[in-house]
């Protein structure tokens, strides 16, 4: 809670892509070091999620 925003201005890698919500935008955000799919759901109706296949991703949405 204390370190969102210098996480999620970060460019530091991680060891590993951190893949996230409770942070949300208007659409799934997808940096080198993390991916963050939280698009606030409880007030825009819009669910989001990541499918990682191999080195690739793409996201899903439903909702307004």
Same mark, same amino acid.
């Given at each position: 809670?204390?370190i969102r925003?210098?996480f999620l201005?970060?460019?530091?890698?991680?060891?590993?892509? @951190?893949?996230?919500?409770?942070?949300?935008?208007?659409?799934?955000?997808?940096?080198?070091n993390r991916?963050?799919?939280?698009?606030?759901?409880?007030?825009?109706?819009?669910?989001?999620?990541? @499918?990682?296949?191999?080195?690739?991703?793409?996201?899903?949405?439903?909702?307004?």
């Amino acid at each position: 809670m204390w370190i969102r925003e210098e996480f999620l201005s970060s460019s530091s890698n991680f060891g590993k892509v @951190v893949v996230h919500g409770h942070s949300p935008s208007q659409v799934p955000v997808k940096r080198p070091n993390r991916i963050g799919v939280d698009t606030g759901a409880y007030a825009t109706g819009r669910l989001s999620c990541v @499918v990682l296949e191999g080195a690739g991703c793409r996201f899903l949405q439903t909702g307004a």
